[in-house]
């Protein structure tokens, strides 16, 4: 036997799904495989493999693919190259257009025991409208984001290996609007009064973003918007509650004005609330 034809095989892993892939696997003298290609029937996504003395080394290509049925991330453009042994797979660098941006790094994958991943990368210029559109549909923000990200998660299985992954994101972004929230109309109002909805433009927003178990925790929040500037830190659930305490400096023609400022309730309605 020197070669082996696959037609409409289905792979699926946890939320990846993969359907109607075709291939050919190319046997050498001994039996084993020396070369490896594999496409979707609509060709979104083409891996080859070839044999090596330290494993399979991949090659994966990917224009228009939808990684998971239940989301409206689409892969623009993907390369990867990647290192298959026993027990292990290590992306050793992958670089994607997604989101209106770009996001690359290296992932690795590890099943010797119980599942393990951990993966560090950078991203750059992803339009906030289209990520939060799939990944939070009720939080409005526009603007560019930016930063350095990591990944990291372990279970018994696959989908325990996603439930207990954290992750962690050294955010900037640049030129945006945080919709449902007014900062700098609660520091003139003279009265204690609760503020509903409204909108605050940034020229500049940074912060350590971490999720783990369920909550998205931002901590040394620093946001500036010319004449206002706040910092502080929030907190989000599963539920889409939100809890943040941000320190508020106002600048105004005829005086300065800083106040702890509270914003709460659940997405998409927020209020902001000075504690004067």
């Keep these: 036997m020197h070669q082996i034809e696959i037609e409409r095989l289905s792979f699926k892993a946890g939320g990846l799904v993969l359907d109607d892939v075709n291939g050919e696997i190319s046997l050498g003298g001994d039996g084993r495989a020396e070369k490896v290609e594999f496409q979707t029937v609509d ?8 044999s090596s003395p330290s494993g399979l080394l991949l090659n994966i290509e ?14 623009d453009s993907l390369q990867a190259k990647a290192l298959l042994q026993h027990g292990k797979l290590v992306v050793h660098s992958f670089d994607s257009t997604l989101l209106g941006g770009v996001i690359k790094g290296s992932w690795l994958f590890d099943w010797t025991n119980d599942m393990a991943m951990a ?6 210029r992803l339009d906030a409208r289209k990520v939060t559109a799939a990944l939070a549909p009720k939080l409005a923000l526009e603007g560019e984001i930016a930063g ?3 990944l990291r998660g372990n279970g018994s299985g696959f989908s325990e290996m996603w439930r207990n992954a954290e992750a962690g994101l ?22 204690k009064k609760e503020i509903r909805g409204g909108a605050t433009k940034f020229d500049l927003l940074s912060g350590v973003i971490t999720f783990k ?3 998205l925790v931002g901590s040394n929040i620093q946001l500036d918007a010319g004449q206002m500037l706040a910092n502080g830190q ?15 400096s106002l600048q105004t023609s005829v005086s300065s004005l800083r106040s702890p400022v509270r914003i709460s309730g659940a997405l998409p309605d927020l209020s902001t609330l000075v504690n004067r």
């Design 170 to 191: 050294d955010l900037t972004m640049s030129h945006g609007i945080l919709h449902g929230v007014e900062l700098g109309e609660p520091l003139i109002i003279k009265k």
């Design 43 to 50: 060709r979104s996504i083409r891996l080859s493999a070839l």
């Design 234 to 248: 929030f907190a989000a659930t599963a539920d889409q509650r939100v809890d943040a305490s941000l320190v508020v």
């Design 119 to 124: 993966g560090d990368g950078l991203l750059a």
């Design 62 to 75: 990917g224009y228009g693919w939808r990684p998971f049925a239940n989301t409206s991330v689409v892969f």
């Design 148 to 150: 350095a990200f990591r």
């Design 213 to 215: 178990q369920n909550q």
